[in-house]
C-alpha cells in the first residue's frame, strides 16, 4: 500500500483521484485549504488535512508531506487576480516541490495542462496569461529538481464520464476535450508507473486504453 498526499484535495479532479486510490488501497491524505470541505474528502476514503498552502512555509508544507511515499500537486487558485494566480499556482507549487525535498518524498505529480511551458503563447493583456505564466515557471522548476517528477497535461476539462480511453501527445493547441475523471486517471496510473518520472505527459480525451497510451514511444 502507498501512501499518497493530494495538495488541492477539494479540486473536481483531485475528488476522483483520491477515490480511485482507495479504492486501489492506497492510503490517501488530501490537502485543504477550508475546513468546511472536509466532509465531501472523507466521503472519497481520503484523511482531510486542513492546511493554506498559499500562506504556508515550506516548513510546513513539509511537516504535511512528511511520511508519504508520493505528493500529487491539484491545486490552483481557479482564476481572479494575477496576484494569487502567481501565488498559489506558481509560488506556492514551488515551495511545495521544496519541501518534498525536506520531507524525503521523492514522487512528484504535477497536474498542468496542454501546451504549458514557456512558448505557452498567451497575450500579456489575456486574462488566461498570469496562470499560463505560473505554470510555465512552476513546471521548469520541477524539471531542474532531483525528485521524480511526473508532469502531466490534459487539454480542456470537462465533467464527462471517463471513458478510460486517451490520445498522448495530441498536439500543443491547447485544445481537446479531457474528462476529470480520465485525468485523474491518468494520476493514478502514473503514481503506479515509476517509469513515467522524468516525463511531461500530455494528453486528451481519445481512443487508447490508458495503460497502452502510457507506455514510452519507440
Same mark, same amino acid.
Given at each position: 500500500?502507498?501512501? *499518497?498526499? *493530494?495538495?488541492?484535495?477539494? =479540486?473536481?479532479?483531485?475528488?476522483?483521484?483520491?477515490t480511485? %486510490? +482507495?479504492?486501489?488501497?492506497?492510503?490517501? #491524505?488530501? &490537502? *485543504?485549504?477550508?475546513?468546511?470541505?472536509?466532509?465531501?474528502?472523507?466521503? +472519497?476514503?481520503? #484523511?482531510?488535512?486542513?492546511?493554506?498552502?498559499?500562506?504556508?512555509?515550506?516548513?510546513?508544507?513539509?511537516?504535511?508531506?512528511?511520511?508519504?511515499?508520493?505528493?500529487?500537486?491539484?491545486?490552483?487558485?481557479g =482564476?481572479?487576480?494575477?496576484?494569487?494566480t502567481?501565488?498559489?499556482?506558481?509560488?506556492?507549487?514551488?515551495?511545495?516541490?521544496?519541501a518534498?525535498?525536506?520531507?524525503?518524498?521523492?514522487?512528484?505529480?504535477?497536474?498542468?495542462?496542454?501546451?504549458?511551458?514557456?512558448?505557452?503563447?498567451?497575450?500579456? /493583456?489575456?486574462?488566461?496569461?498570469?496562470?499560463?505564466?505560473?505554470?510555465?515557471?512552476?513546471?521548469?522548476?520541477?524539471?531542474?529538481?532531483? %525528485?521524480?517528477? @511526473?508532469?502531466?497535461? $490534459?487539454?480542456? %476539462?470537462?465533467?464527462? $464520464?471517463? @471513458?478510460?480511453?486517451? /490520445?498522448?501527445?495530441?498536439?500543443?493547441?491547447?485544445?481537446?476535450? @479531457?474528462?476529470?475523471?480520465? #485525468?485523474?486517471?491518468?494520476a493514478?496510473?502514473?503514481?503506479?508507473?515509476?517509469?513515467?518520472?522524468?516525463? #511531461?505527459?500530455?494528453?486528451?480525451? =481519445?481512443? %487508447?486504453? &490508458?495503460?497502452?497510451?502510457? /507506455? $514510452?514511444?519507440?
Amino acid at each position: 500500500m502507498t501512501s *499518497i498526499v *493530494i495538495i488541492g484535495g477539494h =479540486g473536481k479532479v483531485a475528488l476522483h483521484l483520491s477515490t480511485l %486510490l +482507495t479504492t486501489e488501497g492506497h492510503s490517501v #491524505t488530501s &490537502i *485543504i485549504r477550508n475546513p468546511d470541505h472536509a466532509v465531501d474528502v472523507a466521503a +472519497t476514503g481520503a #484523511t482531510p488535512s486542513v492546511l493554506d498552502v498559499e500562506n504556508s512555509t515550506t516548513a510546513a508544507i513539509a511537516d504535511a508531506l512528511r511520511g508519504h511515499d508520493a505528493v500529487v500537486w491539484s491545486a490552483g487558485a481557479g =482564476g481572479g487576480s494575477p496576484e494569487r494566480t502567481y501565488a498559489v499556482d506558481r509560488d506556492a507549487a514551488i515551495r511545495s516541490m521544496d519541501a518534498a525535498a525536506e520531507a524525503g518524498v521523492g514522487r512528484y505529480v504535477m497536474v498542468s495542462y496542454l501546451g504549458a511551458g514557456p512558448d505557452h503563447g498567451v497575450p500579456a /493583456e489575456n486574462s488566461f496569461f498570469a496562470y499560463a505564466d505560473a505554470k510555465a515557471a512552476a513546471d521548469e522548476y520541477l524539471r531542474g529538481t532531483a %525528485l521524480a517528477w @511526473t508532469i502531466l497535461g $490534459p487539454g480542456t %476539462l470537462t465533467d464527462q $464520464p471517463g @471513458t478510460g480511453l486517451i /490520445e498522448v501527445d495530441p498536439g500543443r493547441d491547447g485544445s481537446g476535450a @479531457t474528462s476529470r475523471s480520465n #485525468t485523474a486517471s491518468v494520476a493514478a496510473a502514473v503514481l503506479d508507473l515509476p517509469e513515467t518520472a522524468g516525463r #511531461t505527459i500530455e494528453f486528451r480525451d =481519445g481512443t %487508447l486504453p &490508458i495503460a497502452a497510451a502510457l /507506455e $514510452p514511444q519507440p
